[in-house]
């Protein structure tokens, strides 16, 4: 398989995913990896970089997100790309086998739902190495990330409260699952930064794909004075243009699904970490760790906001950028909070 050349190569999955969240719920955001002690690595010349999806690879979410950073991984250290789409949780250890078997050297398993079959694949191939959203335990040759978008969460909480002239917002989600919390409560410790009397609304639908519901959920809380949302699942925006609200939408720029509703999207790139993984394997330095690459290393952002940072006060504007800033030097640090709610 090896080439020393940039080449992709798709795989299709058995069986499609129900939708990015189910992928990113259970991230943690560091230190979940500690309980085995990573062994010393060989070189490798020409390196072979294979993923594993849940879901399709435009999605404009989580798995676009994946596929586009081992994309950019590649082509930055000269490397063999492939993928596999729509893998179901029932099918990734199969897949991660086959591509552990054709030799690839570094496996991704990009779903927060991989991580059990990780560890039995990774198991039986020790020269691999494999980087995993989560697993409930580590191993020599198994590495983690995580999405620390709650970082991202606390600038979007600010930016809501900021042009919310009624002081009521929202957010939108799927299940509270800990990544789900941990987002929902620095959105809302963002939105108190800016106004300390800010109401904030949220929505569980109790699904990871419904966006009818989401949808509907999103129009209850506009009826209920939300000026504008936070998008966590997909629907809230097309709820958000139908109440005639703003939302900020999350992953990857999302504007374009609502150019005149979507003022900007809390987007993780995760480019610099696979880069940074890849390169480590190629050069025998990588280590069994958990790599959490937020605000500070450019990995969560915001996206362009395509004309409409208008409609955000420019003291609130000046503010937001100081605090992102602070988060990205550790003057600040965003609060992490995982409390379930009612």
């Keep these: ?52 999806l849940s879901g399709p690879i435009t999605d404009n979410d989580f798995n676009q997100v994946g596929y586009e950073a081992a994309e950019a991984a590649g082509e ?54 494999f980087m995993a959203g989560t697993a409930t335990s580590n191993a020599e040759n198994v590495g983690t990330y995580d999405n620390p978008d709650y970082q991202g969460a606390y600038l979007a909480g600010m ?26 409560h620095a959105y809302e410790a963002g939105a108190e930064d800016i106004n300390p009397e800010i109401t904030v609304l949220h929505s569980f639908i109790g699904s990871f794909y419904d966006p009818p519901r989401a949808r509907e959920a999103a129009l209850a809380q506009i009826q209920s004075g939300a000026q504008v949302l ?39 790139d995760l480019a610099p970490v696979f880069t940074d993984v890849a390169t480590a394997v190629q050069d025998g330095s990588w280590t069994n760790e958990n790599y959490s690459y937020g605000v500070a290393e450019g990995s969560i952002t915001l996206a362009d906001f395509h004309g ?13 950028l100081e605090r992102e800033a602070e988060i990205a030097s550790g003057e600040f640090e965003v609060p992490y909070d995982v409390t379930t709610v009612d």
């Excluded at 990734?92 to 496996?107: H, W």
């Excluded at 997909?234 to 979507?262: C, E, K, R, S, Y």
């Design 1 to 52: 398989m090896k080439s020393g050349l940039h080449r992709t190569l798709a795989v299709v999955g058995l069986v499609a995913a129900i939708g990015f969240t189910s992928a990113c719920s259970t991230a943690v955001p560091s230190g979940n990896t500690d309980n085995a002690t990573s062994a010393a690595r060989t070189p490798v010349e020409d390196l072979s970089i294979a993923i594993v």
């Design 76 to 129: 930055e250290v000269g490397a063999e790309v492939a993928y596999a789409e729509n893998v179901s949780d029932a099918n990734a250890e199969r897949t991660l086998r086959n591509f552990a078997s054709d030799g690839y050297d570094l496996i991704i398993a990009h779903s927060f739902s991989f991580g059990d079959a990780t560890l039995r694949v990774a198991a039986e191939f020790p020269d691999a190495v």
């Design 159 to 184: 930016l809501a409260a900021g042009v919310a002239s009624e002081g009521t917002v929202g957010w939108v989600s799927a299940i509270q699952t800990p990544n789900l919390l941990a987002n929902l």
């Design 230 to 268: 936070s998008a966590q699942t997909v629907g809230t925006i097309d709820g958000a243009i139908d109440g005639g609200a703003l939302a900020i939408g999350a992953l990857t720029d999302q504007n374009f699904l609502g150019p005149d509703n979507v003022l900007t999207s809390v987007l993780w």
């Design 308 to 320: 409409l940072d208008s409609r955000v006060p420019a003291d609130v504007m000046a503010t937001v």
